[in-house]
């Protein structure tokens, strides 16, 4: 499951949308929207901080 797909399932989850997971993770929230909807892929880092605020533990396919 690519990167996006993953973090879009684990948000809608969670009952969260974009704007909270970039609270969560003290991040851009425009950076937060770019990443949930595909068009750019996160780093190492943001993928660890987004993975613990959604829950999820391994990387999905298609992550460096």
């Known amino acids: 499951m690519p990167v996006?797909?993953?973090?879009?399932?684990?948000?809608?989850?969670?009952?969260?949308?974009?704007?909270?997971?970039?609270?969560?993770t003290q991040s851009d929230q425009g950076r937060i929207s770019q990443i949930c909807a595909?068009?750019?892929?996160?780093?190492s880092a943001e993928y660890s901080k987004i993975a613990s605020?959604?829950?999820?533990s391994s990387a999905p396919a298609g992550h460096p």
């Open 4 to 24: 996006c797909n993953a973090f879009a399932s684990a948000l809608a989850n969670k009952g969260m949308n974009a704007q909270q997971l970039a609270i969560a």
């Open 53 to 56: 605020a959604l829950g999820l």
């Open 38 to 43: 595909g068009t750019v892929t996160p780093t």
